[in-house]
């Protein structure tokens, strides 16, 4: 088998998707941001889209296909604002809660959404359902448009999760600042260790099948992507975080990116991008 | 005086198992007052006639007034009551020899002959010796005089069979091509000559079966000339094992092969079971599965029993070989379909092993080994007057160590491990009925693991490769009595345990233990030949015990909600299951040849209960019928119901509450067989096969008060079988088996569900196997195999899930709609036989997938489904083995 590795970014990928708040509550309003990432940065436009758990399904929100045509088919920058209103309007009522770059992307919960529910449904929440399609530059068919979606817990939870943050890079034991560019030898295999903020990892309560409290730990892992080079393992497994990253012997680009990843397995998420160059 | 022979010679072998071709001799098969049997000699017998009243012959006058002997060879035919119905001279001596022998041998009396179904006429070759008192030995007589008497033994010998070391008895020794110097050797194999003069001899000994010895000799004035020879067999192994591929006489179908031909079909590794997979209504089975596959049934429908005892699994785990030694195995009953009540609890076919009820009397080990693994088996006789027969094998694999170099960057491997044991113990000195035990077990490991470039997730749950444990044990007793003239009890216990563990990473393991306690036992009546009932009872009772761990609750399967709070779960249950089925078949012979036409009538009760509370109850009446149109063509049908109990996963909840009665199959089949004497048999059978209450997963559940499963699946599976077959009457057999067939499954007839071909359907079996015997012990064989591809589900791309970290595939056709390309393979064995004064030889090579190559088996795809690629079977491989075999 000579498959594309999945940790290559050589085409259109959504890798990441965080709200903030990471659990929202009813009536808040949550911040959406995508990673998503392209090697020729050809992406024209990414569409973001809503709907409650209990109208998804395995691939996530049922889209309005007209929706999506009416706003790839339009010359935005061609609108008044007025008719730019009318047709955030229009799509709204299909879902769209973003259409990046014109329209950041964020979702206002109803205050209501949780009632009629126990106190314990309402600490375990519901799940909404965002949706996002990424449209490359020239895209001629359906196959084109990369889609991925993510649920975003609300609720009225005692610890609401908070996104993880992570606060360095280390490389072969070195820190790596944020905004910092990583130089490296072609050919040569550097330990990488992304570095959490002291609060990630959080402490949580959870009330268990049988009733009763529990106060558990985050374990969060970390996925890593690249353009070029070879991991030996492209994810790690907590409570290990570190993989091995083979630098190529013969880069093609001059400098290439790096992103990391990090889940904590309760909705929350994280990235961190870094630039890398060779000596 | 009158002296005679009486037992020399008693060739109490069946003709047809002693000759290698299969033939009737012509002769014989016109003198035999029932027709016979060829269809019987072709089923092993479990116990052979044997003289009980002999008969004693008159000498000759004439002859003894000459001072000649003789030995007449005769065909005796002897019925099911043990009574001689016909004798026919073979080879007369002349004399008035052969008048006497043949009145006196009408005379005799032996026990019956029996195979599986009782007493069976059979035919016999019998030597009747005259050989006068020394005191009426005419002095004139050559090496016989008085005078040669009194000289010394000047030349002696002994004379051994080549590879057995058997001493062989009442061989001719001529010395010089002169009738009158000739003795022959005794019970030791010894000869002797007195007084031969000096000089140069030519020994020579002539025997059917065997290659004949010639060897010169120079006999030196005053010296003892002591020889030990050897002779070699033309044909060895028959005499040891006489298995075929058959069905009992009362099924519809019947696919005999001899089981000395299968185990050289190439692409077997010498499997007498896996040649099954050559056979009509066997559809091939992905590498690496080893999954039973016949008539488009599901693997699970299909039932396993040696020795008449089910057991879980036929093939060790990867599916190269079968769990019993192949020197073990005796025949092997493959019934695709339209079998009798006396199998049930399964909806597809059935594969009855049987292990060996002969053993040799001189011990006997055999070790095989190839690429694959080693293993062997030692046999013989043993305890006061060898009155019991043994029979231990032992087999250990090492494929393990070899896969991954063929598999190369196939990407996922798969490393199967396993081993077996079986030991047997057969009374061989019973009066009437048997008595044997047997105790076998296999257990297996099978590591499974999935390349990092493949479709998968990142949840840290879900990571590991996957490894199987199964193993299976069991000991069990046959008995049989009769229990009168016409009556006979058949009972076989057993009892055994069944392990098997799954485990999947670090966190998920589904343990099972089942003790087993089986009992099958038959009151077999027959009152006259066109008439016999049999009642059985097929009991299981097991005691059950699982422990299953997950990571997460089960719930959060149907929930879908990776970000769901996980808490490891876990099921441990313990119980009771018992499957009482009752069944009574009777065999109808209406007609005044009762071979002409046979009608068998059956109905079985199946009762299936779990201490949980589950219980289910059944009828399956069923019939079929065998009706010799003509004396070398048999047409024949059959209906029948049969009804299947959930696995015990499906029909299991904690709450007991399962709503679930059997799979039920509808089957018809009409067929036709023809066969050409000696050489040539044509079979044919269109069978149909309607499917009601199939399991399927109940994909909309929500919680734990909803079912598992539900039973609204249909299915439909027909088609036509084709077998013509030849045997080995000169150096060439081999057999052209062709299933055409289509099963298709509905999983919701009642609402949205559509007609999907099952997962294995494979629309065209071909499979041409042929072996040819070369000179000096080589033979050539080769097996050519086109399947068509299984079906497949297309996938093109996928949305990501962002949390999990993996792509949902999007099916771009309908589920199965698509097939992998046709499976084609050539197979090629060659083997050379060797044999030594000691010791057997058998070398061979196995050059399989010869021409294709690797075949297509899975569809696989990369991690967001925009590409597939092909998992395939084994490359060519090379796998030389070799056999050994000695005497001691």
Redesign the interface.
């Known amino acids: 088998?000579?498959?594309?590795?999945?940790w290559v970014v050589d085409r259109l990928?959504?890798l990441?998707?965080k709200s903030e708040p990471a659990e929202p509550s009813p009536g808040d309003t949550a911040m959406l941001e995508g990673l998503v990432v392209s090697p020729d940065d050809d992406v024209q436009m990414v569409l973001w889209f809503a709907c409650l758990?209990e109208s998804a399904d395995?691939?996530?929100c049922e889209i309005d296909t007209a929706a999506m045509e009416s706003i790839m088919g339009t010359d935005l920058e061609q609108l008044s604002n007025d008719e730019i209103l009318a047709l955030q309007e229009e799509l709204e009522d299909a879902g769209l809660i973003g259409a990046e770059p014109y329209l950041d992307p964020s979702y206002s919960f109803p205050a209501d959404l949780l009632d009629g529910m126990s106190k314990e449904e309402r600490q375990?929440g519901v799940?909404l359902f965002i949706q996002i399609a990424a449209v490359p530059q020239g895209a001629a068919t359906d196959?084109d448009i990369?889609?991925?979606?993510?649920?975003i817990?609300v609720s009225r939870a005692r610890t609401p999760n908070d996104n993880p943050e992570i606060q360095a890079l280390a490389v072969d034991g070195f820190q790596l600042a944020p905004g910092s560019t990583l130089e490296v030898d072609p050919g040569e295999t550097y330990q990488l260790d992304p570095v959490l903020a002291d609060d990630a990892i959080e402490d949580y309560y959870?009330l268990?099948?049988d009733g009763e409290w529990e106060i558990?730990t985050e374990?969060p892992?970390f996925?890593f992507y690249l353009q070029e080079g070879g991991f030996d393992?492209?994810?790690s497994?907590?409570p290990e975080s570190s993989v091995s990253w083979t630098a190529p012997v013969a880069p093609l680009l001059e400098q290439q990116t790096i992103w990391i990843v990090v889940?904590d397995?309760?909705?929350g998420?994280n990235w961190w991008t870094q630039t890398v160059t060779y000596h | 005086m009158n002296a005679f022979l009486p037992a020399a010679f008693f060739l109490t072998r069946l003709l047809l198992a002693q000759d290698p071709t299969g033939q009737v001799p012509e002769t014989a098969a016109e003198s035999a007052t029932q027709p016979a049997p060829q269809e019987q000699a072709l089923t092993p017998l479990l116990r052979e006639p044997e003289l009980l009243d002999f008969f004693q012959a008159p000498y000759p006058d004439e002859a003894r007034s000459q001072g000649i002997e003789g030995t007449v060879r005769l065909l005796i035919e002897i019925d099911e009551t043990g009574s001689v119905s016909s004798v026919e001279i073979l080879e007369g001596a002349g004399w008035g020899f052969d008048e006497a022998a043949s009145e006196a041998a009408s005379h005799f009396r032996f026990s019956p002959a029996e195979d599986e179904r009782g007493p069976v006429p059979v035919l016999i070759e019998f030597e009747y010796g005259f050989q006068l008192a020394p005191d009426e030995v005419p002095a004139d007589t050559d090496n016989s005089t008085d005078t040669a008497a009194l000289e010394p033994v000047n030349l002696d010998g002994r004379l051994l069979e080549m590879g057995t070391r058997r001493p062989l008895e009442h061989f001719p020794v001529l010395l010089d091509d002169l009738p009158e110097i000739q003795t022959e050797t005794d019970s030791d194999g010894c000869f002797s000559f007195r007084g031969l003069s000096p000089g140069h001899h030519e020994l020579r000994i002539v025997y059917p079966g065997f290659v004949a010895l010639e060897k010169e000799l120079e006999i030196q004035e005053g010296e003892r000339l002591s020889l030990k020879l050897w002779m070699r067999n033309k044909s060895y192994g028959d005499d040891e094992i006489v298995g075929v591929y058959r069905r009992d006489r009362e099924e519809v179908t019947r696919y005999t092969l001899d089981i000395n031909q299968v185990r050289r079909v190439p692409g077997t590794f010498g499997d007498p079971i896996r040649v099954i997979q050559t056979l009509p209504g066997a559809a091939r089975s992905p590498f690496g599965t080893g999954l039973l596959i016949i008539r488009g049934a599901n693997p699970e429908d299909s039932a396993v029993y040696v020795d008449g005892i089910r057991i879980p699994l036929i093939y060790h785990l990867g599916g190269i070989v079968s769990v019993l030694n192949a020197d073990l195995v005796e025949s092997v009953d493959y019934l695709p379909g339209a079998y009798g009540v006396q199998y049930g609890r399964s909806m597809g076919g059935v594969i009855d092993v049987h292990t060996k009820t002969t053993y040799p009397e001189q011990r006997r080990l055999v070790w095989s080994t190839d690429i694959l693994d080693s293993g062997g088996l030692v046999e013989g006789r043993a305890g006061k007057n060898d009155g019991w027969g043994f029979a231990a094998a032992g087999r250990r694999s090492y494929i393990d160590l070899f896969i991954p170099l063929f598999t190369g960057d196939s990407g996922m491997f798969i490393k199967p491990r396993w081993l077996d044991y079986q030991l047997k113990l057969d009374r061989l000195d019973m009066d009437a009925g048997k008595l044997n035990l047997f105790l076998f077990g296999f257990d297996d490991i099978l590591q499974v693991s999935t390349p990092a470039d493949q479709a998968q997730g990142t949840d840290q749950d879900t990571q590991g490769d996957l490894a199987t444990r199964y193993g299976t044990h069991r000991f069990t007793l046959n008995w049989e009595r009769p229990l009168g003239r016409d009556l006979t009890l058949r009972l076989a216990p057993s009892l055994g345990l069944d392990i098997g563990e799954l485990g999947f990473g670090s966190d998920m393991n589904i343990d099972t233990r089942d003790w087993m306690l089986e009992i099958r036992a038959e009151l077999p009546w027959k009152p006259s030949p066109a008439f016999s009932l049999t009642p059985g009872i097929d009991l299981i009772a097991s005691y059950y015990f699982f422990d299953v761990g997950f990571p997460m609750d089960p719930a959060y399967f149907w929930e879908e909600d990776p970000l769901a709070e996980r808490e490891e779960w876990n099921l441990e249950d313990h119980g009771l299951g018992l499957g009482p089925d009752l069944y009574l078949v009777s065999e109808l012979r209406p007609l005044a040849d009762p071979e002409r036409l046979l009608i068998t009538p059956g109905l079985r009760l199946n009762y299936t209960a779990l201490q949980n509370g589950y219980s289910a109850l059944s009828l399956d009446p069923r019939i079929s019928t065998r009706w010799s149109l003509l004396d070398d063509a048999v047409v024949k049908a059959s209906l029948g119901l049969y009804h299947q109990p959930p696995q015990p996963f499906e029909m299991y909840r904690p709450d007991g509450n399962v709503d679930l009665g059997y799979e039920v199959a509808r089957s018809a089949t009409v067929g036709w067989e023809y066969e050409s004497e000696p050489a040539l048999s044509l079979q044919m059978e269109i069978f149909y096969k309607h499917l009601e209450h199939l399991l399927i997963p109940n994909w909309e559940i929500t919680s734990w008060d909803d079912p598992f499963f539900k039973d609204n699946g249909v299915g439909r599976v027909y088609g036509m079988e084709f077998l013509l077959k030849r045997e080995q009457v000169d150096d060439l057999y081999g057999w052209l088996s062709y299933t055409l067939s289509r099963s298709m499954r509905n999983d919701d007839p009642q609402g949205d569900g559509y007609w999907y071909p099952f997962e294995l359907d494979q629309t065209h079996i071909l499979v041409l196997v042929a072996g040819y015997s070369l000179p000096r012990d080589f033979e050539v064989s080769t097996k050519v195999q086109y399947v068509t591809g299984n079906p497949t589900t297309p996938y093109a791309g996928g949305v990501y899930d962002v949390d999990q970290g993996f792509y949902w595939p999007y099916q771009t056709a309908q589920y199965d709609s698509e097939r992998l390309p046709p499976y084609w393979s050539v197979d090629l064995r060659l083997e050379k036989l060797f044999t030594f004064r000691r010791w057997q030889m058998r070398a061979y090579i196995d050059a399989l997938n010869l021409l294709h190559g690797e075949n297509p088996e899975y569809v696989t795809y990369n991690y967001d489904y925009t590409e597939s690629a092909y998992v395939h079977g084994l490359p060519l491989i090379i796998n030389p083995g070799l056999d050994f075999e000695i005497r001691f």
Do not use: C, H, I, T
């Open positions: 088998m000579d498959f594309s590795d999945p990928r959504v990441a998707v758990a395995d691939y996530g375990e799940n196959s990369e889609l991925a979606y993510k649920r817990p959870y268990d099948s558990r374990e892992y996925e393992s492209w994810y497994l907590y889940k397995r309760r909705g998420m």
